[in-house]
């Protein structure tokens, strides 16, 4: 069998399971911060974890597709391993990358919604000044 299509499969078979825990893990604890960020609204929150993850989805699936080609002829043990590596790595880092940037936009909302809930009066006023005509 050819070591390139051996290190398509560790790639494909390394990846994907990857991809589909760490989406897992998002939508399982984003929940709980975006309920936060969109203060007590669950049914919001949940609307837009869900949007989250399908879009998160849909952009590592389509790199995963689009990073798995290589030009690099495996011959070796060595060369399919270091292959299969710097594609996983690769794959890591972006996702990683985007993780951070996604809950930087989102704590970003959070804290402009908290400024927002700060700048309401702890109380409605009971009186008023006359103006004076």
Same mark, same amino acid.
């Given at each position: 069998?050819?070591?390139?299509?051996?290190?398509?499969?560790l790639y494909l078979a390394l990846t994907?399971?990857?991809?589909?825990?760490?989406?897992?893990?998002?939508r399982r604890h *984003?929940? $709980?911060? #975006?309920?936060?960020?969109?203060?007590?609204?669950?049914s919001l929150a949940r609307a837009v974890n869900q949007l989250l993850v399908i879009?998160?989805?849909?952009?590592?699936?389509?790199?995963?597709?689009?990073?798995?080609a290589s030009d690099v002829d495996v011959t070796s043990g060595r060369e399919l391993m270091e292959a299969v590596s710097t594609?996983? *790595?690769? $794959?890591? #880092?972006v996702v990683g990358?985007?993780?951070?940037?996604?809950?930087?936009?989102?704590n970003a909302f959070r804290k402009r919604a908290l400024l927002r809930a700060?700048?309401?009066?702890?109380?409605?006023?009971?009186?008023f000044t006359p103006v004076a005509a």
């Open positions: 069998m050819d070591l390139t299509v051996v290190a398509y499969l994907i399971p990857l991809t589909i825990w760490v989406g897992r893990a998002l *984003g929940e $709980v911060f #975006l309920v936060d960020v969109f203060r007590g609204d669950t879009g998160f989805y849909l952009l590592n699936f389509g790199f995963l597709s689009s990073f798995m594609k996983v *790595g690769g $794959v890591a #880092l990358v985007l993780h951070f940037g996604n809950v930087w936009c989102l700060q700048a309401v009066p702890p109380m409605p006023p009971n009186h």
